[in-house]
């Protein structure tokens, strides 16, 4: 294996990280917004949400993402791979982002909600000014875990045809004739990614447990 | 549309094959990984530097890793250190020695938060070892780790699939082939969706009947 070898891995990872920065986005807000409908028990909507986050988190990545890449062309949505990887990610991660979401909202103490109502707060003043800073602060160490789960399942993504870290790997093995190295540098590149978000969510855990035995 | 269905019906045998081999290999799996995660677990709180190093690194190591690399490793890499799995082997020892480190941390944390006192009186009553391990200390564990051990071994359904990639037949392979050989995407791979929510569900069932066992144990 050569230097441009390598060097084409890595740019491999320029996609992983797009697709992986997109999803863990545009998976936060969702994943609010499905807690949020449950949480609320908004007729319909929640039973819907309910069931939808139950059927996705037992679907595995790769069906979804087969299923979406050539299903959605034969109903007439037009979609190319990158557009599927994506779409697949985002429902997936929202649906485990909806459940760590949802569990801080159903621990969050009732009183201060109340408190903001007597103060005569708005829904919106209630929901921005104390609800979400302190759910969102709850919600961090799940919601790191989800993030390194995310960033896990990406190579699966080649399998439509994505140009990512692990495609660029295979295409390496299969002109070298020598397929472990390029693996091993794919490796090397997701550990320590992984590894910097594993240590982070400990660290924020310790934090919380150490402010929860301080209150 | 009802058309496809009719033809993912008239493929049933195929489907239900990959079912089959979906639920084995993640049965074969789990099992394997919890019997090696328990036998890892006690180096995890060992008081001596190496085996604690040792295990937490092969711990943190598997955690840190996308498992379809892990699986690239074993069964593109590996013959060329010599070592040749075809893909059901290679699978397997995938979906197990990565399962064993979650395994082993989910029994360690379980471990933990267990009260001393019943292992204390094991040993006032000659337990030691091997023996006060197997008898004393682990059936309350897996008691109270049940239900984490559950969602792990929807994990492992769910990690399954990536197999698909090395060719073995197993649920998503065997939507892949329908959806391959008449063109009904939808309907073949919202059947596969069904049927590993299906699978999810039973294995939730299952945890909260051991989670009843549990409750009359205590």
């Avoid at chain 1, 070898?5 to 986005?25: E, N």
């Avoid at chain 1, 990158?82 to 985002?90: F, M, N, Q, R, T």
């Avoid at chain 2, 990984?33 to 711990?59: D, I």
């Avoid at chain 2, 082993?104 to 006060?132: C, D, K, N, S, T």
């Amino acid at each position: 294996m050569t230097a441009s070898d390598a060097l084409s891995i890595l740019k491999g990872a320029g996609a992983t990280l797009t697709l992986s920065v997109l999803g863990i986005l545009l998976g936060l807000p969702i994943g609010l917004a499905l807690a949020i409908a449950r949480w609320a028990q908004v007729p319909l909507l929640g039973r819907i949400v309910a069931l939808y986050v139950s059927l996705l988190r037992a679907t595995p990545l790769v069906t979804l993402l087969l299923l979406l890449f050539f299903a959605l062309p034969n109903v007439g949505v037009p979609i190319g791979p990158y557009s599927a990887a994506l779409l697949a990610l985002v429902m997936n991660t929202s649906a485990f982002n909806c459940e760590v979401w949802r569990a801080s909202l159903l621990a969050f103490p009732k009183d201060q909600y109340e408190a903001a109502q007597s103060v005569g707060m708005g829904a919106a003043l209630r929901f921005r000014r104390i609800l979400l800073p302190q759910i969102a602060r709850a919600s961090l160490p799940g919601l790191v875990n989800e993030m390194s789960m995310l960033i896990k399942v990406t190579p699966v993504l080649a399998v439509v045809g994505v140009v990512d870290i692990t495609r660029a790997a295979q295409r390496v093995g299969a002109e070298t004739y020598e397929p472990l190295p390029p693996y091993l540098v794919a490796l090397a590149i997701y550990v320590p990614i992984v590894f910097a978000l594993l240590m982070l969510q400990r660290w924020l855990e310790r934090r919380q447990s150490k402010a929860e035995l301080a209150s | 549309m009802i058309r496809d269905f009719g033809v993912v019906w008239s493929e049933r045998g195929l489907l239900l094959e990959g079912l089959e081999n979906t639920a084995i290999i993640a049965v074969v799996s789990a099992v394997l990984a919890l019997a090696f995660g328990a036998v890892l677990t006690p180096a995890l709180r060992s008081r001596h530097r190496l085996p604690l190093w040792l295990a937490r690194t092969f711990v943190d190591g598997m955690r840190c890793m996308p498992f379809l690399l892990l699986v690239y490793v074993i069964y593109y890499g590996l013959p060329s250190l010599g070592l040749r799995l075809d893909n059901w082997g290679s699978g397997l020892a995938a979906l197990v020695l990565y399962n064993t480190a979650y395994m082993a941390e989910i029994l360690r944390g379980a471990w933990e938060a267990q009260a001393p006192e019943p292992a204390e009186a094991g040993v006032a009553f000659g337990f030691h070892g091997l023996g006060l391990f197997r008898r004393i200390v682990l059936p309350p564990l897996v008691l109270a780790a049940g239900p984490v051990i559950g969602n792990q071994m929807i994990q492992i359904i769910k990690d399954s699939a990536f197999l698909t990639t090395i060719a073995l037949s197993e649920l998503t392979h065997a939507a892949s082939s329908i959806q391959s050989r008449h063109y009904v995407p939808f309907a073949a791979f919202i059947t596969a969706v069904f049927l590993y929510w299906g699978l999810c569900l039973l294995v939730e069932a299952g945890v909260s009947a051991l989670g009843r066992v549990a409750e009359v144990r205590r």
